[in-house]
T-cell receptor, first 115, second 114 residues
Framework: DQQVKQNSPSLSVQEGRISILNCDYT??????FLWYKKYPAEGPTFLIS?????DKNEDGRFTVFLNKSAKHLSLHIVPSQPGDSAVYFC??????????????FGKGTKLSVIP | DGGITQSPKYLFRKEGQNVTLSCEQN?????MYWYRQDPGQGLRLIYY???????QKGDIAEGYSVSREKKESFPLTVTSAQKNPTAFYLC?????????????FGPGTRLTVT
């Protein structure tokens, strides 16, 4: 049972336009959500996160929106640049006991920004 | 220059052989993790460790083993019992006890078993 879903395997956007990547989740116990960016044959790098008690977090060109009632979050990239082309993973954090937390990842969305 | 190193980048083994993947971090993080990524799939948790000499199974631990004898090191052994060992393996670390659980990833090891 997939608890974190990224229903769009790929997305193409023109340079300068907005990229919107979506993520849905099913577990109400998730308390943080994170976005990671990954280039081929490299490890993911952290991009931005949001606490479940907030509905928006912004960092430069990247903004994450959280809609708890819909169990939905989205990552907005404005303006999109060719260097943003990568696979973006949505991840959700939950407490797993004894002071530890785990991340549950979606399958990723491959973003292609066309010059 | 702090970070996580994984070696080697590419690893080839014959079926039936055990193989150990290295992961070292100098971030002074208590928690370390191993994930597996297959094409078109997200990252799936194999094992994690919150403290030295202690580790827990993740979602897909069968056919894998780990050790955590030092804070900096968390090697993963892919045993011959793992039915589909060919994959991209990622090691990560984080500060324990924080809900945002930002994990830092190594560059990964691509294991091919034939």
């Amino acid at each position: 049972d997939q608890q974190v879903k990224q229903n769009s395997p790929s997305l193409s956007v023109q340079e300068g336009r907005i990229s919107i990547l979506n993520c849905d989740y099913t577990n109400s116990m998730f308390d943080y959500f994170l976005w990671y960016k990954k280039y081929p044959a490299e490890g993911p790098t952290f991009l931005i996160s949001i606490s479940s008690i907030k509905d928006k977090n912004e960092d430069g060109r990247f903004t994450v929106f959280l809609n708890k009632s819909a169990k939905h979050l989205s990552l907005h990239i404005v303006p999109s640049q060719p260097g943003d082309s990568a696979v973006y993973f949505c991840a959700a954090s939950s407490y797993s006991g004894a002071g530890s937390y785990q991340l549950t990842f979606g399958k990723g969305t491959k973003l292609s920004v066309i010059p | 220059d702090g970070g996580i190193t994984q070696s080697p980048k590419y690893l080839f083994r014959k079926e039936g052989q055990n193989v150990t993947l290295s992961c070292e971090q100098n971030l002074n993080h208590d928690a370390m993790y191993w994930y597996r990524q297959d094409p078109g799939q997200g990252l799936r948790l194999i094992y994690y460790s919150q403290i030295v000499n202690d580790f827990q199974k993740g979602d897909i631990a069968e056919g894998y083993s780990v050790s955590r004898e030092k804070k900096e090191s968390f090697p993963l052994t892919v045993t011959s019992a793992q039915k589909n060992p060919t994959a991209f393996y990622l090691c990560a670390s984080s500060i324990t006890g924080t809900g945002d659980n930002e994990q830092y990833f190594g560059p990964g090891t691509r294991l091919t078993v034939t």
